[in-house]
């Protein structure tokens, strides 16, 4: 909180025309007046400089590792908040994502997520959840792409990662996309520490998994796989051992 804080402070000049146009952005009828590389433009200048005010330090890796055609899905480890103002600032291309039903309406995170269009999913429900599996699926033939936290919360453990859950791959595998995993590395320390003190967070994008290799597999293997493959990138760049974050 303290360096979210820090953030406002030092852009509060500029706070208010941002909030204005993310909230212009979002609405259903200008959808079609501001494209996706216009509402995608506006958060990527939004995170960098608020990343730059908070003292963080973003370091991102395999950039070249990302497909050459649009239309995949990205699957990370998840740390926090912080984590997608990792992807606004050094994915460069338009991503949607998918995030659970009890932060669909939390400040900030509503209006973002109705400037990209993200799917709200409630876990609790197997119709609703499986009609967002579809509607991604979809959406990722048709070209889009979308980051997808398959652990389901956030680790409270730092860099251990948390189980990744098989269900949360069956939108790749209707949509026989590429899955990048991503490794994201002491992003937690950004808002989860009470410190305000320069810090560095990291991002790998991961060697994808192509739908051929992946054909015929059962979701809970796939899992198995692309945590490997995140778990074995922290175990090689993490700085230092993580801390565990108090509830």
């Not at 963080?56 to 395999?62: A, L, N, Q, R, T």
């Not at 409270?156 to 590429?178: Q, T």
Request: overall charge positive; hydrophobic content about 40%.
């Amino acid at each position: 909180m303290e360096r979210i804080i820090l953030m406002v402070l030092r852009l509060i000049y500029k706070v208010p025309g941002w909030w204005a146009k993310i909230c212009r952005y979002g609405k259903d009828e200008n959808f079609e007046k501001y494209d996706e590389e216009q509402r995608y433009a506006l958060l990527q200048e939004v995170t960098t400089r608020a990343n730059r005010a908070g003292r963080v330090m973003v370091e991102c890796y395999g950039r070249e590792n990302l497909p050459k055609e649009n239309g995949y899905i990205l699957f990370p480890n998840h740390q926090g908040l912080f984590d997608t103002l990792l992807f606004f600032e050094t994915h460069g291309r338009f991503t949607s994502f998918v995030m659970k039903k009890e932060v669909a309406n939390a400040l900030l995170v509503k209006q973002i997520a109705r400037m990209v269009r993200a799917k709200a999913m409630d876990r609790s429900d197997v119709r609703q959840s499986m009609t967002v599996i579809k509607q991604v699926a979809e959406e990722v033939k048709q070209g889009r792409n979308y980051i997808i936290f398959a652990e389901g919360t956030r680790s409270r453990e730092g860099n251990k990662l948390l189980n990744f859950k098989g269900g949360a791959f069956k939108s790749a595998v209707y949509a026989k996309c590429p899955i990048v995993p991503v490794a994201i590395i002491d992003s937690y320390k950004a808002f989860d520490i009470h410190s305000i003190k320069k810090m560095t967070a990291q991002i790998h994008y991961l060697e994808p998994l192509t739908y051929e290799e992946y054909k015929g597999m059962k979701t809970v293997e796939i899992a198995d796989i692309v945590k490997s493959r995140i778990e074995a990138a922290i175990e090689q760049y993490a700085p230092e051992k993580s801390e565990s974050i108090a509830n």
